[in-house]
């Protein structure tokens, strides 16, 4: 049976075993999916082991998605420009290297209804997260994305590396009389219980995204709620999403993101 690995460090949390067998009960495919634990030194080792014993492909997850990518004999442009690859393939003998994450959230905000075309997009941070997604929600053709970080310069110099008119930078202060259709968060801000300090009115009537999602509503949607937003929505999608489309990279064939996430909300 093929033999499919996500690697992280931790990696106990992770959903995506679960999440690509389901896929594979969905679309009849016979699959092996499971997680590894990898010590930090030994990221190149293991993969140099998948290639020797068959495996045909893995998922990256922290902190390796950066050395994943140094790795790789091929690389698609998405995964270059995210600078960080999450999927990769073993043939014949070389490793071929994509990222999925910016496609897994266009599709969770599309099954939202969301409309992507001409609209104008804020995105929170500037980090590894939030450059994954620029390319997939530039393909999309939104009027404007404005990416504001706490770090300035960060920002600017995340946007020279795109080339595209649509993209602008500035910090959270600059934000203030601006009027956005869709904010999408993808600092880590409220992994530590924090949001990022924009104010009020920026959320009222406007749909509000988190690349994070838990048990309970992030504190960033929490807080989006109670300042007027028309809807919020966690970052689950964005997981099944990118999965799904991994899975498509594998086997060619897209499953279908609600029905998984369903059970993953009933599982809580
Ligand atoms: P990731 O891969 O999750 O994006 P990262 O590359 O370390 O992680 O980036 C974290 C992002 O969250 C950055 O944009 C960071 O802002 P800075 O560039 O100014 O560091 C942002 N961030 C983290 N904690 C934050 C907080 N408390 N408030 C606002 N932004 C925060």
Request: some cysteine; aromatic content about 6%; overall charge neutral.
């Amino acid at each position: 049976m093929d033999q499919y690995l996500v690697f992280g460090n931790p990696i106990k949390q992770s959903r995506s075993p679960i999440i690509h067998q389901l896929f594979a009960n969905q679309t009849q495919q016979q699959l092996n999916y499971q997680s590894k634990y990898v010590e930090l030194n030994e990221f190149s080792a293991t993969i140099a082991r998948c290639i020797k014993t068959g495996v045909k492909g893995a998922n990256v997850t922290v902190p390796f998605k950066e050395e994943a990518m140094a790795l790789c004999n091929q690389l698609t442009e998405r995964a270059q420009l995210a600078g960080a690859v999450n999927t990769l393939s073993f043939v014949n003998g070389e490793i071929w290297g994509d990222n999925t994450d910016g496609q897994g959230l266009v599709q969770d905000l599309l099954n939202n209804n969301v409309e992507l075309k001409n609209s104008r997009i804020l995105l929170l941070g500037a980090g590894g997260a939030a450059k994954g997604v620029i390319l997939p929600l530039l393909a999309q053709l939104p009027a404007a994305i404005v990416i504001a970080n706490r770090t300035i310069a960060k920002a600017e110099s995340l946007i020279t590396k795109f080339n595209n008119e649509k993209l602008s930078s500035c910090g959270f202060t600059d934000l203030n009389d601006e009027k956005f259709d869709l904010i999408i968060n993808a600092t880590s801000a409220s992994l530590s219980g924090n949001i990022p300090p924009i104010s009020n009115e920026l959320v009222a009537n406007t749909l509000c995204y988190d690349m994070v999602y838990g048990k309970e509503l992030t504190p960033f949607l929490k807080w989006a709620k109670e300042h007027g937003a028309i809807k919020v929505i966690d970052g689950l999608g964005m997981l099944v999403g990118q999965a799904a489309e991994s899975f498509r990279v594998w086997r060619n064939v897209l499953p279908e993101i609600t029905p998984v996430l369903n059970i993953l909300r009933k599982e809580g």
